[in-house]
């Protein structure tokens, strides 16, 4: 069968959060081991109220523990006056740019990672021997922003100590790489992959010498699910899906405990991996967990992977969003966001759903978890490919929806630099759009890098502006366009207390905008940071959105987030 470059579809029913009334978002984050206890400390609870909770693997009960959390059980130190108290850490001492470092359990083996940086291209997996004084290390020249040193992790040992494996996207994927610790030899550290396919892995945890177990969208882009290895048979088995990369795995015992996404929350989950059965603590059964089976469609358009919302009725018309993410190495979810400060985003977006909007949800060249290429690949493109992707994916989109959905415009919606490329977008293409909607969103590329100096933002144009990479810039400017913009609606709104994009940009495109008459107006939140953290920030989002799109209703729920 011949496919279209538009016919990737595929639908699926999951339970997404039900907005019939006021409704929140409920996250965990998961702190630490209780070993002593044979449990787990973690923090569970909304946007404005989170509680510390100590939670057992023998009961699966969550007991609250305030808003402080408890102080770890400090080991018994040995007095004697044989005791040798020694670091396995001092032989780094002056070695630079030392991260997620590690030693082996029986403390044979240091490891670390050693990150680059703009004076020093190339990034090191390295291994010491503490027994020699040998050393074996990997070596990669990072041309682009070291993306590894976003991850949880990066190694994991066995019980043992005869294997170690690392994370690494030298071959383009995030891959898991495989050291034979039992037979040292000069350039052991390169390793051998072990996982084949082009998917991507968040996170991994050794659960038996044998045995590990690892996160990835090996099935699709937008979804991570989680797996168990054999190291011996090569045999991959899902243990759930749906998974959050949000937090490191914890091993304790024979318990490791994982986040997973479910309805309007993200939970806690324990997986015995001797009885390979999981379970859910007490705290999910009592806080309000809202469900709904809301169908969903994960579309492909070109090279890009997205999300399509569709509001129940087809009847009447309706506004289409493209929604666009920040970062831009971040991504989407088909629900609600590993993260709750791009959750929130989701949240409003269901809300738009909800009221009639269809939503397109999508992750544009320079997103994670599709591979170093496809990060990097918007170095030098910035507003410029990633424009590309957002009018292939409204292509896309409209052929997908044919005449089923009666479309009265399309909004461009975005967060940070999803909010910059909204604005690019509406001015490069003016006719195509109905409006852009942008939070917190850059619109001037040298001042913002200029005061910020060293950033990730400065790898896209080859560093500060200078008049070598001037075109860099220029090609990537808003304010030059914005004469072709006619009565296309513009809402820029704005953390006032930002302290990674100054209120100062939203101000200037404002200023700008206005100045030529054009159909702009400017939201100014105060006490806000980029991240939001009050509830009526989100409300507020949401009930200005849904006006811009053209979303009446006389619902007194409509957009209660809290």
């Known amino acids: 069968m011949k496919y279209s470059k538009y016919s990737l579809i595929v639908t699926f029913f999951l339970l997404f959060p039900l907005q019939s009334k006021a409704a929140s978002l409920e996250y965990s984050y998961l702190i630490r081991g209780d070993a002593p206890n044979n449990g787990i400390i973690i923090r569970y609870g909304s946007l404005e109220n989170k509680s510390y909770y100590s939670c057992s693997f023998d009961t699966l009960v969550c007991t609250n523990v305030g808003s402080t959390a408890p102080t770890a059980a400090t080991p018994t130190a040995d007095t004697s006056d044989t005791a040798v108290v020694t670091n396995p850490f001092d032989v780094l001492d002056g070695v630079k740019r030392v991260s997620y470092k590690g030693v082996s359990p029986d403390g044979k083996f240091v490891y670390y990672y050693q990150y680059s940086t703009a004076n020093d291209p190339n990034s090191h997996f390295v291994l010491y021997d503490t027994k020699t004084g040998g050393t074996s290390k990997t070596t990669d020249n990072v041309h682009y922003w070291d993306l590894l040193t976003e991850e949880n992790r990066l190694f994991s040992v066995a019980s043992d100590s005869k294997t170690l494996v690392y994370l690494d996207n030298r071959e383009g994927s995030n891959a898991l790489y495989k050291v034979d610790l039992a037979h040292p030899k000069t350039k052991m550290m390169i390793g051998t992959r072990i996982t084949k396919l082009s998917y991507s892995v968040s996170d991994f945890i050794f659960l038996d010498p044998n045995t590990i177990l690892f996160m990835a969208n090996r099935e699709n882009p937008q979804q991570w699910n989680l797996y168990r290895y054999n190291l011996k048979t090569s045999a991959v088995t899902k243990i759930a899906s749906n998974t959050s990369y949000a937090d490191a795995m914890i091993k304790v015992g024979s318990n490791v405990v994982f986040l997973q996404i479910k309805g309007n929350a993200v939970i806690p989950v324990v997986y015995n991996y001797t009885t390979k059965t999981t379970s859910e603590f007490s705290i999910t059964q009592t806080t309000g967990i809202t469900t709904v089976n809301n169908p969903y469609q994960l579309v492909k358009y070109g090279s ?21 993410h920040g970062g831009p190495y971040r991504d989407i979810s088909p ?24 939503v397109l949800k999508i992750d544009y060249h320079g997103s994670y978890g599709q591979g170093r290429t496809f990060a990097e690949s918007l170095k030098g493109q910035a507003g410029v490919l990633d424009v590309a992707d957002v009018i292939t994916s409204l292509k896309g989109v409209k052929k997908t929806l044919g005449t089923k959905y009666k479309i009265s415009g399309v909004y461009l919606v975005g967060n940070s630099y999803g909010g910059y490329l909204a604005l690019k977008t509406i001015t490069d293409y003016p006719n195509s759009f109905a409006g852009a909607y942008s939070i917190n969103g850059v619109t001037d590329w040298p001042t913002l890098i200029t ?20 075109k860099l810039y220029a090609q990537a400017e808003i304010v030059d366009n914005i004469n072709s913009l006619t009565t296309q609606k513009i809402m820029l709104v704005q953390a006032q207390s930002d302290t990674d994009v100054s209120p100062a940009q939203a101000d200037f495109l404002f200023n700008n905008l206005n100045s030529k008459g054009k159909n702009v107006q400017i939201i100014k939140i105060e006490g806000e940071d980029h991240v939001f953290k ?29």
């Open 534 to 562: 009050k509830n009526s920030s989100i409300t507020q989002i949401c009930s200005t959105l849904l006006t811009f799109i053209g979303l009446t209703s006389n619902d007194p729920n409509r957009c209660q987030y809290q």
């Open 335 to 358: 629900t609600i966001h590993p993260y709750l400060s791009y959750g929130v985003y989701d949240w409003d977006l269901e809300e738009a759903r909800r009221n009639g909007a269809v």
């Open 451 to 470: 005061k910020l100096k060293t950033s990730i933002f400065n790898v896209y144009f080859n560093g500060l502006p200078t008049l070598a990479n001037s």
């Open 304 to 324: 890009v992977n997205g999300v399509l919302l569709k509001p129940t009725s087809s009847t009447g018309s309706h506004p289409l969003i493209i929604w666009l």
